[in-house]
């Protein structure tokens, strides 16, 4: 049965533009270059093997790399046990420091990849060490995707049983991890408190429901649930959960829900308020850190102006005494008023009782923005401010360095580079103190701030983290938080003179974030003691700890207040601002010992019937010599779809251990005629310098869109290969430089027409005599090679896929082909294209946009690939699927065709963004002709739109005309397409 709207070739294109994106989506979703586009082919890889394991890495980690190897080993058998399992198929360890970056991830092909050297997950892990943990986690999740595993092919089987994200992770945790603070008390506190329990991530509350799930039926419902199979002999998590524990999954988490309130509120109740602790008073951003300097008319705050903004903000906030006294001036005027006037209403004489309300003010300004460390130091003279940003460093790795901003001179320079630099702390007026961390060992460094080599305080070897780092009063001295080799975070001082180092605390759980009192005699920090951070003093002639707080919500030690003998301490971010607590550092609390009933405590003493192992292995397993990395001994599948459609297709993948070699092929069968069938042949590597790839497709590669208000459809069968590499020079991560060379053989098989036909479905061609606009497309033998350079500056934002507040770009591309080397066509083609976004208020919610598009064309291109402009509307969708549909020029309100070898095309908008649309006035312009020829009147339309979002379309609607029709006061023409925000 023909379709009624679109022919099958066209299906085939779309078919295969929703299989590639969710295929190469897929693909980067599992490759650690994800993250940044970088391959980093300065990596030599390696292999170490053990009984059940291959261990891959680079130079640099190899300590890390057999650490891991034998903690493999150590874990794997009580890994099995957990989930009733006696034996599982060879598993592959990728580890990697090319990224900073705290995560790692596992997949259904038994793999998993973990970025090593982590300095600050320390402070939530407790007394762990990351790779301990992270492994364990991990390879859980490898264990946990082979019990569920059944015989449909993976990944969509994992889609089809229905388990929720709460069990892949909560079970992760449940298995190997403890309760604290961080994983995940905290984020219960807060999303209780916000009532939006079904928001959090399933880390946090996939542990919890772990806990209530085994606590309140059994450690063995967990595996029963993992075991079922239905009739089909498919996993099914709904009713295989429903069949171990008598009630459905939807019933359990209400169940939790109401159990985790009444735990959490019950806990609360019993515990100070930050209004009982010190008064309460909120600094000038919505979210993030802050830092006063020394003198209170300055603060530095990390953090967001609006909801909206993806990225963070460095701001000074320098007091506004001008605003102040403007403001007790006015209010000195309304009461000098009120006091004259004769008859006066109750309200006016309570106003006149009243006292006047101080309110400090600020004046805000941004700095720098980007991903910074929550660390920031004041320079004794408040001239300077020290922070760590994330950045691109050596070899285009993403780390963190430290910068200094000047306030007078407005400028920023790096101070470190590539040295996974945080905790700034001015030590004198030009030196300061941070920590760096490499291959799991941390240490203290100085610097010069106008520049030089950092020298090392500390040499600590061993596996060691270091946070926080505070100078005493007389400077010689610093206070921090250590996690030595022993695994427990505690608060220590060294004595820069003579290198003396004295642990202060032992509590078991974390201490961090010292603050020395202006004495110098005493230390406050905050502690986990108790299970919530908290905040302690010690004093350090007399040994004595003293509780200063028991804060149920957690309060957090930050700095010591500007002229005053308090502190300033945060507190939980359940606000929408940034909500501070002045402590006084020798109150205590006034708290009974907590008192709930059992039934609602008892989840946390919950685990599973088989303990995780926590001691440290006790053997070395065999571990053979590392042998170079070689991608053809580790290949597996990776997707394997069939589908029985009218039109049959299927798609293949294989990768490597790694995933930086990607074998894939697509493939449908015509049933009218198998000769029309189609398949794409698909090798992509990020293992050989840049990421390139190179394919063959055969009737399954297509072009679509309109021609002469027809549809062209472009089937091109062939060879292409590509690479790419995009570089950026480390100020901003959103400044991206993107360089391109592709080389493309195809067949054009061109197909124009308005009808299908009602048998087959295929699209009816036109006769010749259709093309009296543009000309007759051309099928034949096209070669080229390309050269491209993209750019773009566009931090993120909500508002950048409606209407973007700010934002540069520059991409340019050259075509050179030449028959006598391959084809039917020699030309060359030269094109630009550049965008710029302007805010025209503060809000950003009025913007300027500006578009302008070059083309110029010497020799003979196929004739569909004409120069010009034309009537035909342009079709845009987000997201990567506009290289399957043509772009096409059209000034808004304007018909007609014009075509020559050369051309220009632009767009003004004045752009008002409201909510999720906006309204634009809009102006395009443009002309196109031929060397030699004459060069007709440019033309320039204006008009009025309306445009909204929907996902991956903005849709516009409005109505437009050349501006001398405006003058002439003509109709306009209406117009309704699909809009992007930005043209790439």
Same mark, same amino acid.
């Given at each position: 049965?023909?379709?009624?709207?679109?022919?099958?070739?066209?299906?085939?294109?779309?078919?295969?533009?929703?299989?590639?994106?969710?295929?190469?989506?897929?693909?980067?979703?599992?490759?650690?270059?994800?993250?940044?586009?970088?391959?980093?082919?300065?990596?030599?890889?390696?292999?170490?093997?053990?009984?059940?394991?291959?261990?891959?890495?680079?130079?640099?980690?190899?300590?890390?790399?057999?650490?891991?190897?034998?903690?493999?080993?150590?874990?794997?058998?009580?890994?099995?046990?957990?989930?009733?399992?006696?034996?599982?198929?060879?598993?592959?360890?990728?580890?990697?420091?090319?990224?900073?970056?705290?995560?790692?991830?596992?997949?259904?092909?038994?793999?998993?990849?973990?970025?090593?050297?982590?300095?600050?997950?320390?402070?939530?892990?407790?007394?762990?060490?990351?790779?301990?943990?992270?492994?364990?986690?991990?390879?859980?999740?490898?264990?946990?995707?082979?019990?569920?595993?059944?015989?449909?092919?993976?990944?969509?089987?994992?889609?089809?049983?229905?388990?929720?994200?709460?069990?892949?992770?909560?079970?992760?945790?449940?298995?190997?991890?403890?309760?604290?603070?961080?994983?995940?008390?905290?984020?219960?506190?807060?999303?209780?408190?916000?009532?939006?329990?079904?928001?959090?991530?399933?880390?946090?509350?996939?542990?919890?429901?772990?806990?209530?799930?085994?606590?309140?039926?059994?450690?063995?419902?967990?595996?029963?649930?993992?075991?079922?199979?239905?009739?089909?002999?498919?996993?099914?998590?709904?009713?295989?959960?429903?069949?171990?524990?008598?009630?459905?999954?939807?019933?359990?988490?209400?169940?939790?829900?109401?159990?985790?309130?009444?735990?959490?509120?019950?806990?609360?109740?019993?515990?100070?308020?930050?209004?009982?602790?010190?008064?309460?008073?909120?600094?000038?951003?919505?979210?993030?850190?802050?830092?006063?300097?020394?003198?209170?008319?300055?603060?530095?705050?990390?953090?967001?102006?609006?909801?909206?903004?993806?990225?963070?903000?460095?701001?000074?906030?320098?007091?506004?005494?001008?605003?102040?006294?403007?403001?007790?001036?006015?209010?000195?005027?309304?009461?000098?008023?009120?006091?004259?006037?004769?008859?006066?209403?109750?309200?006016?004489?309570?106003?006149?009782?009243?006292?006047?309300?101080?309110?400090?003010?600020?004046?805000?300004?941004?700095?720098?923005?980007?991903?910074?460390?929550?660390?920031?130091?004041?320079?004794?003279?408040?001239?300077?401010?020290?922070?760590?940003?994330?950045?691109?460093?050596?070899?285009?790795?993403?780390?963190?360095?430290?910068?200094?901003?000047?306030?007078?001179?407005?400028?920023?320079?790096?101070?470190?580079?590539?040295?996974?630099?945080?905790?700034?702390?001015?030590?004198?007026?030009?030196?300061?103190?941070?920590?760096?961390?490499? =291959?799991? %060992?941390? !240490?203290? &460094?100085?610097? *010069?701030?106008?520049? #030089?080599?950092?020298?090392?305080? +500390?040499?600590?070897? $061993?596996?060691?983290?270091?946070?926080?780092?505070?100078?005493?009063?007389?400077?010689?001295?610093?206070?921090?938080?250590?996690?030595?080799?022993?695994?427990?975070?505690?608060?220590?001082?060294?004595?820069?003179?003579?290198?003396?180092?004295?642990?202060?605390?032992?509590?078991?759980?974390?201490?961090?974030?010292?603050?020395?009192?202006?004495?110098?005699?005493?230390?406050?920090?905050?502690?986990?003691? =108790?299970? %919530?951070? !908290?905040? &302690?003093?010690? *004093?350090?002639?007399? #040994?004595?700890?003293?509780?200063? +707080?028991?804060?149920? $919500?957690?309060?957090?030690?930050?700095?010591?207040?500007?002229?005053?003998?308090?502190?300033?301490?945060?507190?939980?971010?359940?606000?929408?601002?940034?909500?501070?607590?002045?402590?006084?550092?020798?109150?205590?609390?006034?708290?009974?010992?907590?008192?709930?009933?059992?039934?609602?405590?008892?989840?946390?003493?919950?685990?599973?019937?088989?303990?995780?192992?926590?001691?440290?292995?006790?053997?070395?397993?065999?571990?053979?010599?590392?042998?170079?990395? *070689?991608?053809?001994?580790?290949?597996?599948?990776?997707?394997?779809?069939?589908?029985?459609?009218?039109?049959?297709?299927?798609?293949?993948?294989?990768?490597?251990?790694?995933?930086?070699?990607?074998?894939?092929?697509?493939?449908?069968?015509?049933?009218?005629?198998?000769?029309?069938?189609?398949?794409?042949?698909?090798?992509?590597?990020?293992?050989?310098?840049?990421?390139?790839?190179?394919?063959?497709?055969?009737?399954?590669?297509?072009?679509?869109?309109?021609?002469?208000?027809?549809?062209?459809?472009?089937?091109?069968?062939?060879?292409?290969?590509?690479?790419?590499?995009?570089?950026?020079?480390?100020?901003?991560?959103?400044?991206?430089?993107?360089?391109?060379?592709?080389?493309?053989?195809?067949?054009?098989?061109?197909?124009?027409?308005?009808?299908?036909?009602?048998?087959?479905?295929?699209?009816?061609?036109?006769?010749?005599?259709?093309?009296?606009?543009?000309?007759?497309?051309?099928?034949?033998?096209?070669?080229?090679?390309?050269?491209?350079?993209?750019?773009?500056?566009?931090?993120?934002?909500?508002?950048?896929?409606?209407?973007?507040?700010?934002?540069?770009?520059?991409?340019?591309?050259?075509?050179?082909?030449?028959?006598?080397?391959?084809?039917?066509?020699?030309?060359?083609?030269?094109?630009?294209?550049?965008?710029?976004?302007?805010?025209?208020?503060?809000?950003?919610?009025?913007?300027?946009?500006?578009?302008?598009?070059?083309?110029?064309?010497?020799?003979?291109?196929?004739?569909?690939?004409?120069?010009?402009?034309?009537?035909?509307?342009?079709?845009?969708?987000?997201?990567?699927?506009?290289?399957?549909?043509?772009?096409?020029?059209?000034?808004?309100?304007?018909?007609?065709?014009?075509?020559?070898?050369?051309?220009?095309?632009?767009?003004?908008?004045?752009?008002?963004?409201?909510?999720?649309?906006?309204?634009?006035?809009?102006?395009?312009?443009?002309?196109?002709?031929?060397?030699?020829?004459?060069?007709?009147?440019?033309?320039?339309?204006?008009?009025?739109?309306?445009?909204?979002?929907?996902?991956?379309?903005?849709?516009?609607?409005?109505?437009?005309?050349?501006?001398?029709?405006?003058?002439?006061?003509?109709?306009?023409?209406?117009?309704?397409?699909?809009?992007?925000?930005?043209?790439?």
């Amino acid at each position: 049965m023909a379709n009624p709207s679109y022919n099958k070739q066209l299906i085939q294109i779309m078919k295969k533009i929703f299989i590639l994106l969710s295929l190469f989506t897929a693909i980067n979703a599992q490759s650690t270059w994800m993250w940044s586009g970088r391959v980093h082919p300065e990596l030599k890889w390696q292999t170490i093997s053990t009984k059940h394991f291959n261990v891959h890495y680079h130079q640099g980690i190899e300590d890390i790399a057999k650490r891991g190897a034998i903690l493999a080993e150590h874990y794997r058998p009580t890994l099995l046990a957990q989930m009733d399992l006696d034996t599982i198929p060879r598993i592959d360890i990728v580890f990697t420091t090319e990224d900073e970056i705290m995560n790692g991830f596992a997949t259904w092909m038994y793999n998993t990849f973990i970025w090593v050297d982590q300095n600050d997950a320390s402070i939530w892990l407790e007394k762990d060490k990351w790779l301990e943990q992270v492994l364990a986690h991990e390879l859980q999740h490898i264990v946990l995707l082979h019990k569920t595993k059944s015989w449909f092919p993976d990944p969509l089987g994992r889609l089809f049983s229905g388990m929720p994200g709460w069990v892949v992770e909560g079970t992760a945790e449940y298995e190997t991890e403890s309760w604290r603070p961080y994983r995940a008390d905290l984020s219960h506190k807060y999303h209780v408190l916000k009532n939006n329990m079904g928001s959090m991530d399933p880390h946090h509350d996939g542990f919890s429901k772990m806990l209530y799930w085994a606590d309140r039926f059994g450690d063995s419902t967990i595996t029963q649930t993992l075991a079922y199979r239905n009739d089909l002999k498919l996993f099914s998590f709904g009713k295989g959960f429903k069949k171990s524990t008598g009630i459905s999954v939807s019933q359990f988490n209400e169940d939790w829900r109401r159990h985790m309130n009444t735990y959490y509120y019950g806990y609360r109740s019993q515990k100070e308020t930050y209004k009982e602790i010190g008064d309460v008073f909120t600094v000038p951003i919505k979210r993030g850190a802050f830092l006063f300097h020394s003198d209170s008319s300055q603060i530095a705050l990390l953090g967001r102006y609006d909801k909206d903004q993806l990225d963070i903000s460095l701001i000074i906030a320098a007091r506004d005494t001008t605003k102040e006294r403007e403001r007790f001036e006015g209010w000195e005027k309304r009461m000098e008023k009120l006091k004259k006037k004769e008859k006066k209403t109750k309200k006016d004489s309570i106003a006149l009782e009243k006292a006047f309300k101080e309110k400090v003010m600020w004046k805000k300004d941004e700095v720098d923005f980007g991903q910074f460390h929550a660390s920031m130091s004041w320079s004794e003279n408040g001239k300077k401010v020290a922070y760590s940003k994330y950045h691109y460093g050596k070899n285009q790795s993403m780390v963190y360095d430290i910068k200094v901003y000047d306030t007078e001179t407005k400028k920023h320079r790096w101070l470190t580079r590539s040295l996974r630099a945080t905790y700034p702390v001015w030590l004198d007026s030009i030196t300061i103190v941070f920590v760096a961390h490499q =291959n799991n %060992v941390s !240490n203290l &460094y100085k610097i *010069n701030s106008n520049g #030089g080599e950092p020298k090392p305080i +500390t040499n600590f070897e $061993d596996n060691t983290q270091i946070v926080a780092p505070s100078l005493s009063p007389d400077g010689g001295s610093l206070a921090f938080a250590m996690n030595p080799k022993n695994g427990n975070m505690d608060i220590y001082t060294l004595n820069l003179q003579s290198k003396k180092l004295e642990r202060q605390t032992t509590d078991a759980m974390a201490d961090i974030n010292p603050i020395w009192h202006p004495n110098g005699e005493l230390i406050s920090y905050t502690s986990n003691a =108790n299970g %919530v951070p !908290n905040i &302690y003093t010690k *004093n350090l002639r007399t #040994g004595n700890i003293i509780a200063n +707080t028991d804060a149920g $919500d957690g309060i957090w030690g930050r700095q010591w207040a500007p002229k005053d003998s308090l502190l300033i301490a945060s507190s939980l971010d359940d606000v929408d601002s940034v909500r501070l607590v002045k402590v006084d550092p020798f109150r205590t609390p006034n708290t009974e010992p907590l008192s709930l009933r059992e039934n609602y405590t008892s989840w946390l003493d919950a685990g599973p019937d088989v303990s995780f192992v926590n001691e440290k292995p006790d053997s070395i397993p065999e571990i053979s010599d590392p042998v170079k990395y *070689n991608f053809t001994k580790h290949m597996r599948p990776f997707i394997a779809l069939a589908l029985p459609l009218p039109a049959p297709f299927g798609l293949f993948s294989w990768t490597d251990a790694m995933n930086r070699h990607i074998f894939t092929t697509i493939g449908y069968i015509n049933t009218s005629n198998v000769k029309d069938s189609g398949y794409l042949l698909d090798y992509t590597t990020a293992g050989f310098g840049p990421l390139w790839s190179v394919a063959y497709a055969h009737n399954i590669n297509g072009l679509y869109r309109r021609y002469q208000k027809a549809h062209f459809i472009d089937n091109q069968n062939g060879l292409s290969f590509s690479l790419q590499s995009p570089k950026n020079f480390g100020e901003s991560l959103v400044a991206d430089h993107r360089f391109s060379v592709s080389a493309t053989f195809i067949k054009n098989n061109v197909t124009v027409g308005k009808k299908t036909d009602e048998k087959t479905g295929d699209l009816i061609p036109v006769d010749a005599s259709f093309f009296d606009e543009l000309p007759m497309p051309e099928s034949g033998k096209n070669g080229f090679i390309s050269f491209g350079y993209n750019w773009t500056n566009r931090r993120p934002h909500k508002s950048n896929t409606i209407s973007p507040k700010q934002g540069l770009g520059l991409d340019a591309r050259t075509d050179f082909a030449n028959k006598s080397l391959f084809g039917d066509f020699s030309y060359t083609r030269f094109q630009t294209d550049m965008f710029a976004n302007i805010s025209l208020n503060k809000s950003g919610t009025q913007t300027l946009y500006a578009r302008l598009k070059t083309m110029s064309v010497t020799g003979k291109p196929p004739a569909q690939d004409y120069v010009g402009l034309t009537e035909d509307a342009p079709m845009y969708i987000e997201y990567g699927a506009n290289i399957f549909i043509r772009e096409l020029y059209n000034p808004r309100g304007w018909t007609g065709y014009r075509l020559g070898e050369k051309m220009f095309f632009g767009s003004v908008e004045l752009r008002q963004l409201m909510g999720s649309f906006s309204i634009n006035l809009i102006s395009d312009f443009g002309n196109a002709w031929s060397s030699g020829g004459e060069k007709e009147k440019m033309i320039v339309t204006a008009g009025y739109e309306l445009r909204f979002g929907l996902g991956p379309i903005s849709l516009s609607g409005g109505e437009a005309q050349l501006i001398d029709d405006w003058k002439a006061d003509k109709k306009p023409l209406r117009y309704l397409r699909l809009m992007l925000a930005n043209p790439f």
